[in-house]
């Protein structure tokens, strides 16, 4: 089915206001993420998802590269996000709920200390600032 068919092309807003603009085709994802972590920017997002629109519940996952031209070095990175997309039928709400890995580029003696394990939730309305707030002191 075509992509903007499909509930989970669109919009998405993260706890701390980062955006998802996401397009499903066929079982890809695609898009990209607009950050609001630093150095913030927008990046481009691949993935894959349950193909059938019409689930209620479907498994996803994307990969970010955080890395352009002018990274600095201290800010190179990918994350790869697994989860879930969610629709409740109780009221009409959805979310797209992750885990996620972003590993830090780094020698072979600090690997160890490379990748941070987080989560992301997605929602369709974009977080106040005061929201915003609030997920960023909970995270810390």
Known sequence: MAGKDDPLSGVW???VGSKLELRVDGSKLVGFFHSTESPG???ELVGSVDPDPNLPNRALSFSVSWITSDTPNEFRSVTSYTGQYHRYDRDGDEAINT???LADE???KKQYASTYI??????????SAEQVEKERRRRR
Do not use: A
């Not at 987080?118 to 977080?127: A, I, L, S, V, W």
């Open 106 to 108: 780094t020698g072979p």
């Open 41 to 43: 920017g927008k990046y």
């Open 99 to 101: 885990i996620f890995l």
């Open 118 to 127: 987080g989560y992301d939730n997605f929602g369709k309305t974009e977080p």
């Open 13 to 15: 807003y993260s706890g």
